[in-house]
């Protein structure tokens, strides 16, 4: 079974400053797939930026990309600009390729980031 | 937004009760998913479908059960309601390897 560990439970970050969230993972599968998802107080699940582990590239959405260490099993977010829209919570999700039952999810256990003036 | 609607936002009912929760769905996508949000576990897998009539349990399954007996609707029924399945229900769709997107979630509590 894979896990899902967010060791930071909190954070806070000053507007306009860079933050970065940490996420590792536990798997003995090579081919597999890596989300963050912001949650604000709305309750709302929205994706941030998907990995999938077969590219050595770093994913990057606007101003949020993520540092993907395979071999380390690390996989953090780091907000550039900080914005006050940014404070959620932020969950670490890894999937498994689906062969046809479905891909589920295995999420961390949340970040929540506050985003102060 | 992906079209997928939860029922009912809000639910406050009694322990024993048979509480029954709805996700509908307009995006026609095969995978549909219930997970629990509970303080300090993240989401949670409770059953998800791979089509109608097709489902499996996912890591917290004890105590619900689900139907889908068509491809935009998939129930998640409560027989007996007990204090420890008050939570944060959503439902969240997916296809092949794509993200799962989810619905707005449905706050239940169980007095």
């Known amino acids: 079974a894979q896990t899902v560990t967010q060791s930071q439970p909190e954070m806070s970050v000053q507007e306009a400053e860079t933050v970065t969230l940490s996420c590792t993972y536990d798997?003995?599968?090579?081919?597999?797939?890596l989300f963050w998802y912001k949650q604000p107080p709305s309750r709302q699940m929205i994706l941030v930026i998907r990995q999938e582990a077969y590219k050595q590239q770093n994913a990057t959405e606007n101003r949020f990309s993520v540092n993907f260490q395979k071999a380390a099993k690390s996989f953090s977010l780091k907000i550039s600009d900080s914005q006050l829209g940014d404070t959620a919570m932020y969950f670490c999700?890894?999937?498994?390729?689906?062969?046809?039952?479905?891909?589920?999810?295995?999420f961390g256990t949340g970040t929540r980031l506050q985003v102060t003036l | 937004d992906a079209g997928i609607t939860q029922s009912p936002r809000h639910k406050v009912t009694e322990t024993g009760t048979p509480v029954t929760l709805r996700c509908h769905q307009t995006e026609n996508h095969r995978y549909m998913y219930w997970y629990r949000q509970d303080p300090g576990h993240g989401l949670r897998l409770i059953h998800y479908?791979?089509?109608?009539?097709?489902?499996d349990k996912g890591e917290v399954s004890d105590g619900y059960s689900v139907s889908r007996s068509k491809t935009e609707d998939f129930l998640l029924t409560l027989e007996s309601a007990t204090s420890s399945q008050t939570s944060v229900y959503f439902c969240a769709i997916s296809t092949g390897n794509q993200p799962q997107h989810f619905g707005d979630g449905t706050r239940l509590s169980i007095l």
């Open positions: 479908s791979y089509g109608v009539k097709d489902t």
């Open positions: 999700a890894f999937m498994k390729p689906n062969t046809g039952t479905a891909s589920k999810l295995t």
């Open positions: 798997t003995s599968e090579n081919n597999y797939y």
